[in-house]
């Protein structure tokens, strides 16, 4: 297993000492078949010791401070207010912004020094998030869309490429569940999980990727989920959106290689957001299986701050539970 990379020496190297409860990387045999390395681990909330296992030469290493929240460091570390040599002034597209991980990742970038473009049919909450970024001097335009509606993702991904100059990165985070056995879904709850997770994907990635071939470059990250991985009881058809979505990337990452444009997908586990709120408290996850978006947005920064010419095509990360 490895990593594309520009062949200099030290430019990106896997971690040799990996401390407990965090496994090492796993290849997939899909992985293994098409020759796409794909890079693996988990994180445990009992680990006094939390260190990235892929690192540019510098890797990174958070102290966990033992309180209730396991993660203070790793969120203070995201709100900082550090700029990103590699990040600083990219014009970002981000799709959920308001709420949940792609609220945290809005944030998270903008103290990064990220031109952000933020999505979702909840206007209050972007301009919300926008007003938030705005007051701490970063830069951020709401930008409400249903991505169910093509010629809408048009329209606001034309306006977007206006208000940011270029969209250099798009992280496409919306996305809904509905969760039930099979025969007690509904047409209504199938179509929306389709038309959202699938449709609405394809529809915002066309958009941005008809532009980032113009100018040969860019970074399209689909966040998926585990689920895009795995099949999982109660989740038939929202399994079926994720791993159409899962195609859909890995088919679209070897079109545009030759553009020069990055498409990578990362698949977090349960996380400890709103997504869960319609869910019957007796079918939501344990606790302790569910991580906070902080980590899953710690670990999207990590693979957009690698080289433009390192892909990690597939990235999973969940509780080590």
Not at 117 to 141: C, H, M, P, W, Y
Request: aromatic share 6%.
């Amino acid at each position: 297993m490895g990593l594309r990379s520009c062949g200099r020496a030290g430019c990106c190297t896997i971690a040799e000492k990996i401390p407990a409860g965090i496994l090492p990387l796993v290849t997939s045999p899909d992985a293994a078949e098409s020759g796409m390395p794909f890079f693996r681990f988990r994180l445990s909330k009992t680990s006094k010791l939390v260190e990235y296992s892929l690192s540019l030469g510098r890797p990174r290493t958070f102290r966990l401070a033992g309180r209730a929240d396991p993660w203070p460091d790793i969120r203070r570390g995201l709100s900082r207010g550090e700029e990103s040599m590699e990040l600083k002034n990219r014009g970002v597209l981000i799709t959920g912004a308001g709420r949940g991980l792609g609220k945290v990742l809005a944030l998270s970038l903008a103290y990064c020094g990220c031109r952000l473009g933020l999505v979702s049919r909840t206007e209050n909450e972007l301009n919300e998030v926008a007003r938030s970024i705005q007051g701490k001097k970063g830069s951020a335009v709401a930008l409400p869309a249903d991505i169910t509606d093509s010629a809408a993702v048009q329209k606001m991904v034309a306006r977007a490429e206006g208000e940011l100059g270029n969209i250099d990165v798009l992280i496409h985070c919306a996305g809904v569940g509905r969760y039930n056995p099979l025969e007690m879904l509904t047409v209504g709850e199938i179509d929306e999980m389709i038309d959202t997770n699938l449709k609405g994907t394809i529809y915002v990635t066309q958009a941005v990727y008809q532009r980032m071939r113009m100018k040969a470059a860019g970074t399209i990250i689909h966040v998926l989920s585990t689920a895009a991985r795995e099949g999982k009881p109660r989740e038939t058809a929202y399994c079926a959106s994720k791993w159409g979505v899962m195609g859909f990337s890995r088919a679209l990452a070897m079109e545009a290689r030759r553009y020069g444009i990055r498409v990578m997908a990362i698949c977090p586990g349960g996380m400890e957001t709103s997504f869960w709120d319609a869910t019957p408290a007796d079918q939501r996850p344990p606790a302790k299986r569910l991580m906070s978006p902080e980590i899953a947005a710690l670990a999207i920064r990590q693979v957009l701050e690698l080289p433009e010419n390192i892909e990690v095509p597939e990235y999973a990360i969940r509780p080590c539970v």
